[in-house]
């Protein structure tokens, strides 16, 4: 694995930092920023960092923001031509610049323990797409739970079954994402995935 999953002194998986993928717009359903902003405080809670993309707009601002405000740590990966184009969110307990976009997704997949995918655009579902697909080639082996808000993933969930169907992909594409539909099943979820992985292969630098 390029992307080893980090383990306590048990050898054990450990959720320390989530990365979320979400909007960098609000949408239009009030519902899923409050869930962002419901996420946001439950990682401060138990002390899990929130990795993302240093946006203080949308979604992904109300995930931050809520995270920061319960006191938590929040780390933004930022690549530097968005910083000349856009602020970032103030108070940010660790921001990353990086050269490129590839940079910075990397960065993203290497401080993270899971990932999560909230509703979001086609930049979240190119995120979504490529950490599935690193999950597939065997590149990582860290949980990434699906936040399916209201069915919101539906048509993506359909599409997948489609490309199953056409035989495009094995049925095992469906172990590569776990689904739930509420916010407060993610956290769970994501621990419920570490601990049911094989031993991990090594103890991340
Ligand atoms: P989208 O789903 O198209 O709104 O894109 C959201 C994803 O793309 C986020 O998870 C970010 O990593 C990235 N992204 C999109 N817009 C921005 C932005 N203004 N600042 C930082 N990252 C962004």
């Not at 050898?11 to 949408?27: E, I, K």
């Not at 740590?73 to 910083?83: C, R, Y």
């Not at 970032?88 to 290497?110: A, F, P, S």
């Amino acid at each position: 694995m390029d992307l080893p999953i980090r383990c306590d002194h048990m050898n054990r998986p450990q959720l320390t930092a989530v990365c979320v993928f979400c909007g960098s717009r609000d949408g239009i359903n009030p519902n899923f920023v409050n869930a962002s902003i419901a996420l946001g405080q439950e990682c401060a809670q138990r002390d899990i960092r929130v990795v993302y993309g240093g946006a203080g707009v949308g979604m992904m601002g109300a995930v931050a923001k809520a995270a920061l405000d319960e006191g938590g740590a929040v780390t933004g990966i930022v690549p530097k031509f968005l910083t000349e184009m856009e602020p970032q969110l103030d108070g940010l307990t660790d921001v990353r610049l990086t050269e490129t976009m590839h940079e910075r997704k990397i960065l993203m997949y290497k401080m993270s323990d899971a990932f999560v995918i909230m509703p979001g655009g086609i930049g979240t579902l190119d995120e979504t797409m490529e950490i599935l697909t690193w999950r597939q080639l065997q590149v990582h082996d860290k949980p990434v739970i699906i936040a399916n808000l209201e069915g919101y993933w539906d048509p993506f969930l359909d599409l997948m079954e489609h490309v199953i169907g056409e035989g495009y992909a094995g049925e095992n594409v469906r172990d590569l994402y776990r689904t739930v539909s509420t916010v407060e099943e993610i956290l769970p979820a994501i621990s419920e995935d570490l601990a049911a992985l094989p031993t991990p292969s090594k103890i991340k630098p």
